[in-house]
């Protein structure tokens, strides 16, 4: 089983509203990360979490704040967005840090 | 920095053989990998090459030429269904902690 799940599949939100995405894995994967991209685009790397530890993050404006609460948990907080903010933001997990990762089936994002 | 070369675009035929090259400049290396892209949907897993040669699973084959920096994927017996975005990463080593360096995808189109 290679499944990571993601929730909400479509969000449309303005640039007042605050809310998350959601990312879930039961591989017991120790390393997750989101992901965004444009059209047309390679996945462009936000954030990267080892053993529940925030490892890596990609220069990624406040307005994204990432949460692990635990081992099989990815939260994306979303506060403040612009339009340009809009892409499919993908999650992603592997067994560890340098090992093959799997992804999610996306979240597309609409900042209105 | 690290660069990763791979077309744009490229067309074949039902049926036919493609190969889709990718080339790569990065500070280290810890691997390879290929992924298949539909439009509008996640990245799914399609291949990983560390060791120099060719790894087949089923139709689809990917090589790896370390010396040269040098990948492709082949691609047999095309279906339809294989129209695609094509994106070759690369993981440069254990100094940038699993990030991946992505190509900017080969969007390839089979016609019948």
């Excluded at chain 1, 959601?22 to 996945?43: D, L, N, S, T, V």
């Excluded at chain 2, 799914?44 to 090459?49: A, G, H, R």
Aim: charge should be neutral; hydrophobic fraction near 30%.
């Amino acid at each position: 089983d290679t499944e990571v799940t993601q929730t909400p599949k479509h969000l449309v939100m303005g640039m007042t509203n605050k809310k998350s995405l959601k990312c879930e894995q039961h591989m017991g994967h120790r390393a997750m990360y989101w992901y965004k991209q444009k059209a047309k685009k390679p996945p462009e790397l936000m954030f990267v979490y080892s053993y529940e530890k925030l490892s890596i993050n990609e220069s990624v404006p406040s307005r994204f704040s990432p949460e692990c609460p635990n081992s099989s948990l990815l939260n994306l907080h979303l506060h403040a967005l612009q339009p340009e903010d809009s892409a499919l933001y993908l999650c992603a997990s592997s067994q560890g840090p340098e090992e093959t990762q799997y992804f999610g089936p996306g979240t597309r994002l609409l900042v209105l | 920095g690290q660069n990763i070369d791979q077309p744009t675009e490229m067309t074949a035929t039902e049926g036919a053989i493609v190969q889709i090259n990718c080339t790569y400049q990065t500070s280290g290396f810890n691997g390879l990998f290929w992924y298949q892209q539909h439009a509008g949907e996640a990245p799914t897993f399609l291949s990983y090459n560390v060791l120099d040669g060719l790894e087949e699973k089923g139709r689809f084959s990917s090589f790896l030429s370390r010396s040269k920096g040098y990948s492709y994927l082949l691609l047999k017996e095309l279906q339809m269904k294989d129209s695609a975005s094509y994106l070759c990463a690369v993981d440069p080593g254990s100094s940038t902690l699993g990030r991946l360096y992505f190509g900017r995808g080969t969007q390839l189109t089979v016609w019948p």
